[in-house]
């Protein structure tokens, strides 16, 4: 019999199994802020307990494979899941400096953890790595969670440290909507990691039902939408999902989508050098995004071995930039963060296939 994941539990599952309810919170509290990874580790709770639960459970559905450190501090994981697939997750840190009102400055760490959803992915975009190996399978909640948990445990990230999560890593968030959603709880839960859902944002590729499904859910999750292209058309050939859900559908049900109050919804745009970074498109993007509480990323195309698609000169990109900006939307360029470990989505991970097939 194979043993069930209990990071797959959410509490409240937890305390239907294990009575009395409060030493379900304890063990929440052993995986969750003191990251243990045995069951025997647990010593507040009785001898008997602690056998029965790794009978039933295992606490390690993930094995870390590899990690590679970027020199602007970003650190890319590799973990094996118990079937031998094999998923990315992303440690991105920011210095931020607080301003406080004696005139110090203090520089503070931002944490930001980019995590997959599934093993590889049905969508298929033109530009897109994870896309190029197929669809494996969704991941579980508990898989999804434990991404994070072992990277705090790695990095020695206090339980209480704030911490940014971004479903960006592999794989169709909206795809896995169930599995997500319940390890969004999880990940929210305050005996857990307590990473509250407006720390969260959820990236889709543009599922127009179910996007508006994920805002029925009031997750209070942040909404990030990968648009890439301003016309069907040439969406299209980047993005086939296009055809099924094209950018009207989208920008209706994002109309349609609850955001908190401080918070924006994310459009994402790649850019491709010759293929969307003309300022026509920029035009486009601004009349498009009209009446929506929005703010644009651009991103810089990462290229890789074997693609037809260019990265943007700095020059373009600022351009882009300033159209949108000095005409009143918000526009960030994303810096390309951990690109000399190849950060952008799948491609470690299919760096390795690569060698193994050799
Ligand atoms: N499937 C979801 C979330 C994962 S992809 C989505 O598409 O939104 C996360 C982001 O990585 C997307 O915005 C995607 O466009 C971007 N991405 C994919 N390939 C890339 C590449 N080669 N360079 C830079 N960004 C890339
Ligand atoms: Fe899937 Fe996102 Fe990659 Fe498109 S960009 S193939 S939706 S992971």
Same mark, same amino acid.
């Given at each position: 019999?194979?043993?069930?994941?209990?990071? /797959?539990?959410? =509490?409240?599952?937890?305390? $239907?199994?294990?009575?009395?309810?409060?030493?379900?919170?304890?063990?929440? @509290?052993?995986?969750?802020?003191?990251?243990?990874?045995?069951?025997?580790?647990?010593?507040?709770?009785?001898?008997?307990?602690?056998?029965?639960?790794?009978?039933?459970?295992?606490?390690?559905?993930?094995?870390?494979?590899?990690? @590679?450190?970027?020199?602007?501090?970003?650190? =890319?994981?590799?973990?094996?899941?118990?079937?031998?697939?094999?998923?990315?997750?992303? %440690?991105?840190?920011?210095? /931020? =400096?607080?301003?406080?009102?004696?005139? !110090? *400055?203090?520089?503070?760490?931002?944490? #930001?953890?980019?995590? !997959? !959803?599934?093993?590889?992915?049905?969508?298929?975009?033109?530009?897109?790595?994870?896309?190029?190996?197929?669809?494996?399978?969704?991941?579980?909640?508990?898989?999804?969670?434990?991404?994070?948990?072992?990277?705090?445990?790695?990095?020695?990230?206090?339980?209480?440290?704030?911490?940014?999560?971004?479903?960006?890593?592999?794989?169709?968030?909206?795809?896995?909507?169930?599995?997500?959603?319940?390890?969004?709880?999880?990940?929210?839960?305050?005996?857990?990691?307590?990473?509250?859902?407006?720390?969260? #944002?959820?990236? #889709?590729?543009?599922? !127009?039902?179910?996007?508006?499904?994920?805002?029925?859910?009031? %997750?209070? *999750?942040?909404?990030?939408?990968? %648009?890439?292209?301003? /016309?069907?058309?040439?969406?299209?050939?980047?993005?086939?999902?296009?055809?099924?859900?094209?950018?009207?559908?989208?920008?209706?049900?994002?109309?349609?989508?609850? *955001?908190?109050?401080?918070?924006? *919804?994310?459009? $994402?745009?790649?850019?491709?050098?010759?293929?969307?970074?003309?300022?026509?498109?920029?035009?486009?993007?601004?009349?498009?995004?009209?009446?929506?509480?929005?703010?644009?990323?651009?991103?810089?195309?990462?290229?890789?071995?074997? #693609?037809?698609?260019?990265?943007?000169?700095?020059?373009?990109?600022?351009?882009? @930039?300033?159209?949108?900006?000095?005409?009143?939307?918000?526009?960030?360029?994303?810096?390309?963060?951990?690109?000399?470990?190849?950060?952008?989505?799948?491609?470690?991970?299919?760096?390795?296939?690569?060698?193994?097939?050799?």
């Amino acid at each position: 019999m194979t043993k069930q994941i209990i990071q /797959d539990l959410t =509490k409240e599952a937890l305390v $239907e199994e294990i009575k009395p309810a409060f030493r379900a919170k304890q063990i929440y @509290q052993w995986i969750y802020h003191k990251y243990v990874t045995s069951f025997e580790e647990m010593k507040n709770l009785p001898k008997e307990m602690r056998l029965a639960l790794e009978t039933k459970y295992t606490l390690s559905p993930l094995k870390t494979v590899m990690v @590679q450190n970027s020199k602007d501090g970003s650190r =890319k994981y590799l973990f094996e899941l118990h079937d031998g697939h094999t998923v990315e997750a992303v %440690l991105l840190k920011m210095r /931020d =400096k607080e301003y406080h009102e004696d005139g !110090s *400055v203090k520089h503070q760490e931002r944490y #930001t953890v980019c995590i !997959s !959803s599934q093993v590889g992915c049905k969508v298929g975009c033109a530009f897109c790595l994870t896309a190029k190996g197929g669809f494996m399978r969704n991941l579980t909640a508990g898989e999804i969670v434990e991404q994070v948990r072992l990277i705090k445990k790695d990095n020695s990230i206090d339980a209480n440290r704030r911490v940014n999560l971004v479903f960006m890593g592999m794989g169709e968030p909206l795809d896995n909507l169930a599995e997500v959603a319940k390890s969004v709880k999880i990940f929210a839960d305050p005996e857990g990691m307590a990473i509250a859902p407006h720390r969260q #944002t959820i990236s #889709t590729s543009g599922l !127009s039902s179910k996007i508006e499904k994920l805002g029925k859910m009031e %997750l209070g *999750v942040n909404l990030a939408i990968s %648009l890439h292209a301003v /016309d069907d058309e040439l969406r299209q050939k980047l993005m086939p999902i296009n055809k099924a859900y094209n950018i009207e559908s989208i920008i209706t049900a994002v109309k349609n989508f609850p *955001v908190n109050d401080r918070k924006r *919804v994310m459009f $994402e745009y790649l850019v491709i050098k010759d293929v969307n970074d003309d300022i026509s498109a920029a035009k486009k993007l601004l009349s498009l995004l009209d009446g929506i509480k929005a703010k644009v990323n651009l991103i810089y195309f990462n290229p890789y071995g074997g #693609t037809e698609f260019k990265r943007p000169s700095d020059e373009d990109m600022k351009k882009f @930039q300033e159209y949108l900006t000095k005409r009143g939307l918000h526009c960030t360029i994303r810096e390309s963060k951990g690109l000399d470990i190849s950060a952008a989505c799948g491609q470690l991970r299919e760096q390795e296939l690569e060698k193994s097939h050799g």
